[in-house]
């Protein structure tokens, strides 16, 4: 990757920076042909529903929600049942996906089948976002970006509270 970018620092003219910066970025592009996730990839599943919460501000907010409850949820037919009530009257919901709610629930096998597959394919997608359950394992996650010659940026996950006990509870955390 290195040797893509060239000393910027170096560069006097505008005109000249502004050419580096758009080699660069065919250059990555030339790289990245082909590479872009299809239908029966879960790359493709979660970059639609990612785009979908950044477009619909309700949806985005139902998603959000779902996730939140979804480690307090026992079995795969009770993930099923709450995607149901939180996405079925969705008016932004396309039609077949309302219809294929429906039917993933309709029988007792279909909503452990849904559940569990919606349920695999979230902790999937969360595994993008969170880079651990434990300190441990996100300080784990973190030496290894950071070896790699990557920065980011962390936060602990449920710091909102809306009680006392609640900012204790994280605060001891």
């Known amino acids: ?69 979804l480690p307090s949820l026992q079995d795969d037919r009770q993930v099923t049942k709450l995607i149901q009530e939180y996405f079925e009257d969705l008016p932004t919901l396309a039609t077949p996906l309302q219809w294929g709610l429906r039917a993933a629930s309709s029988t ?30 996100a300080g784990s996650m973190l030496s290894q970006l950071w070896k790699s010659g990557r920065a980011c940026s962390i936060d602990l996950l449920g710091e909102a509270s809306v009680s006392e006990i609640e900012a204790d509870r994280y605060r001891e955390r």
């Open 1 to 69: 990757m290195n040797r893509l970018i060239p000393n910027l620092a170096e560069k006097q003219d505008v005109t000249d920076l502004e050419s580096a910066i758009d080699r660069i970025g065919r250059q990555l592009a030339d790289r990245s042909a082909g590479l872009a996730p299809t239908l029966f990839n879960r790359r493709w599943w979660s970059n639609t529903l990612l785009n979908w919460c950044m477009k619909d501000e309700t949806f985005k907010v139902r998603v959000f929600r779902f996730i939140d409850l």
């Open 108 to 137: 007792t096998l279909g909503a452990r089948l849904t559940g569990h597959s919606l349920r695999q394919h979230i902790v999937d997608m969360a595994r993008m976002f969170i880079a651990g359950t434990t300190i441990q394992d």
